[in-house]
């Protein structure tokens, strides 16, 4: 299994079709991969819910938000994370963040499109792009099959 942390700005580029970015993101949330485990932080989910939320039709926002929480777990930041966080290399503080969560909760990797915000970040967490993310799952995919026959 690899626990990944989703960075909440690429979750709102794709659903709201920016940047070209909708494509290969659109597809992670759609077919979520077996061996993926999704989060988000909690400050995170609260800006994905209030631009879904004004949205034309309250309705779809309310779809979105509901499909969203059956694929994608919450990841709490209390002040400890947020004392972390403001010490933190890491320039842009929603990123320092987002280390801090991924780090605490043991997860493997943050999935971002914004590789410059976490120049500064030590080596225990990957940093991968959503291509990197699916080249990973499709080996550990390849690796769990040989293993299992």
């Not at 970040?121 to 799952?137: D, P, Q």
Request: proline share 1%; glycine share 4%; net charge negative.
């Amino acid at each position: 299994m690899i626990g990944i942390l989703i960075d909440a700005d690429l979750i709102l580029e794709a659903l709201l079709n920016r940047n070209g970015k909708e494509g290969d993101v659109g597809q992670l949330l759609d077919r979520v991969h077996p061996s993926i485990k999704m989060y988000v932080t909690d400050v995170g989910w609260q800006k994905i819910y209030a631009y879904t939320s004004r949205l034309r039709n309250n309705k779809i926002g309310q779809m979105i938000v509901d499909w969203l929480q059956e694929k994608i777990h919450i990841c709490s930041v209390d002040q400890a994370i947020m004392q972390q966080a403001r010490t933190s290399p890491i320039k842009d503080f929603e990123s320092a963040v987002e280390l801090i969560c991924a780090s605490d909760r043991g997860l493997d990797a943050i999935v971002t499109h914004k590789h410059d915000d976490f120049a500064e970040a030590s080596n225990r967490i990957w940093i991968w792009s959503v291509a990197e993310l699916w080249v990973r799952a499709n080996l550990e995919s390849q690796l769990q099959a040989t293993t299992t026959s």
